[in-house]
């Protein structure tokens, strides 16, 4: 695969707050009567906050909630996933990532982040990441959320690459649909692996170095 850049996904391929997402939308559900299961979450991979929770009410049969009371439940989750991002250290991500990331750096390979994430840059520097990029394009820089491309655009736009050069790695099918539709490359990793849209499939983000 000919590529100059590496554009990361965050969650589900740098780090695992998807579970960190599992548990704080599920005691927000909770209280809305709502059984949210863990393939319920799968759904919400790459997609943004706001339309996490319109996923999550597909189940809701109590009285219709107005704005405020979701703007209230979409505080209240992020306030629950941030407690659990505030125990994470740099031990929350693989030798297997770091020495990856070195290695294409030592190559020439521009690196950047392209998250649907608010909390990228928190994450980032909980976890000792934040120098290893080139760029970081995030949810507080983009108004579509994945499948849409605009975060991988924006992030090949930092980097000064053509979306052509670029190889997005990523762990949602929207993801993968979104580095399509910018026109880069794309690997799946974890759950994106079973739906076979990407171009590469990988086990391991070391297995970037063989493409
Ligand atoms: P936040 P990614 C995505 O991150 C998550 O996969 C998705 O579950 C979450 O809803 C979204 O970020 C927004 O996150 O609430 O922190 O803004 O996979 O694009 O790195
Ligand atoms: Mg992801």
Known sequence: ???KAVIFDLDGVLVFTDKYHYLAWKEIAGELGIDFTEKDNDRLRGVSRAESLEIILEKYEGEPL???KKADLLERKNNIYREYLG???PSDVTGDVRDTLKKLKENGIKLAVGSSSKNTAFILEKTDLTDAFDAVADGTMIVRSKPDPEVFLKAAELIDMSPSDCLVIEDAD?????AI????????IGAARNSHKAEAEIESVADILNL
């Open 1 to 3: 695969m000919d590529f």
């Open 66 to 68: 107005d704005d405020a």
């Open 87 to 89: 125990e994470m250290s």
């Open 174 to 178: 929207a993801g993968v649909e979104a």
């Open 181 to 188: 539709a910018a026109g880069m490359h794309s690997a799946a």
